[in-house]
């Protein structure tokens, strides 16, 4: 087994992928630089094994992402959908040599446009967030939560990650508060490591108008759990079908990335407070959700349990979402579980049959080929 890796070669994920591969006894993999994807370098052949990464964390593949004549400034909220656009024409061309690929262009271009990824995960039944269509505004974004009766919301760059641009927005008889990452400068906005909360209603408007230009979704903001002090949710990462992974996100407020000076929190404690049948259904529920993209090998599921811990649902799922550095189960991390699923032919046995599962709607079959 040869395997080939598109990414950006410097980047700790390829990087931490080649150490599973080698450990395995494999090969070295070949790495194809973003980079030379994007400005007309060949594809990988037909019979080749292709492992997609992440196009993020580089300036140059940002810029030639969005076909720009300068790179974004750090942190710059900039051209998220003229990416997207760049992701999937990428995608495109990685796929034009017959290569196998372990990231479907069809699943990554439905996981990273969180209309799509939500319209899927919803016709496939999975418990997600109500969500508002056809915003494209302040105006019409508070005209929807009226007519839904919503207070509160998350308000989403349909093509954001790692919460860029992301606003929770509640809305009382005091007024608006938005709760974000975002820093507003004179010249621009900027996803920043602090997050910051705004009351002004004209400032939080223009935020919402200057990112509608890039497509929104919006969901009801659902109250979750807390351990402690602190509201937590789960990123729980499905390997062939299979929740393997699992990191507790722990915050004082409603946005949980890590990366946010968030901690992460207790699983075994978690887990005890759900309880053992509220634990196997989410985790019936992330297979579910990774199901609905059949042809990844791995997905990254947000998942929610909310108060009471009777009931859960799917925040999001993530393409990329398998960095959790220093997490093992069965002593394997996330990129050693994914070799391993591809050398013990579980891989090819799931996508088998969850693809087949999943055209005919039988929901239950889904669960039991991930056993």
């Not at 690929?101 to 418990?127: E, F, I, M």
């Not at 402690?228 to 699992?246: F, I, K, Q």
């Not at 009777?310 to 002593?331: C, I, K, Q, S």
Request: hydrophobic share 50%.
């Amino acid at each position: 087994m040869r395997l080939t890796v598109v990414g950006n070669p410097d980047n700790r994920r390829v990087g931490l992928f080649t150490a599973a591969v080698l450990a395995a006894g494999l090969p070295r993999p070949a790495v194809l630089p973003w980079a030379d994807v994007l400005t007309g370098a060949a594809p990988p052949p037909a019979g080749a094994l292709v492992r997609v990464d992440s196009p993020g964390e580089d300036p140059h593949v940002d810029r030639l992402l969005r076909r720009a004549a300068t790179p974004a400034r750090h942190g710059e909220l900039l051209g998220l959908a003229d990416a997207y656009a760049g992701l999937v024409d990428g995608l495109a061309r990685v796929a034009a040599g017959g290569a196998e690929l372990l990231n479907d262009p069809g699943d990554v271009a439905a996981l990273c446009d969180k209309r799509r990824c939500h319209a899927r995960l919803s016709a496939a039944g999975v418990a997600v967030p109500a969500a508002l269509p056809g915003v494209d505004g302040y105006v019409s974004l508070r005209a929807a939560m009226a007519d839904a009766g919503w207070a509160r919301v998350f308000v989403k760059p349909a093509h954001g990650s790692s919460a860029a641009g992301v606003l929770a927005l509640a809305v009382g008889p005091r007024g608006v508060r938005a709760v974000t990452p975002i820093e507003v400068a004179p010249d621009g906005l900027f996803n920043s490591l602090r997050v910051r909360a705004y009351d002004d209603e004209a400032t939080v408007a223009s935020l919402v108008d200057r990112l509608a230009g890039e497509g929104l979704h919006v969901e009801r903001w659902l109250p979750k759990v807390g351990l402690g002090d602190r509201v937590v949710d789960v990123r729980v990462v499905v390997v062939a079908g299979r929740p393997t992974h699992a990191v507790v996100r722990a915050a004082t407020g409603p946005l949980t990335n890590l990366h946010l000076g968030n901690a992460r929190g207790d699983l075994a404690e978690l887990r005890a407070a759900a309880g053992p049948a509220a634990w196997a259904a989410a985790m019936e529920t992330c297979v579910r959700a990774a199901a609905c993209f059949p042809r990844s090998l791995h997905v990254g599921v947000d998942l929610m349990f909310l108060l009471g811990w009777r009931r859960h649902a799917v925040a999001e799922v993530n393409a990329f979402g398998d960095l959790l550095p220093g997490v093992l189960a069965d002593g394997r991390d996330t990129y050693a579980e994914q070799v391993h699923a591809l050398t013990s032919g579980r891989w090819e046995r799931w996508r088998a049959a969850a693809t087949a599962a999943t055209a005919t709607g039988r929901a239950a079959e889904v669960v039991a080929c991930a056993t």
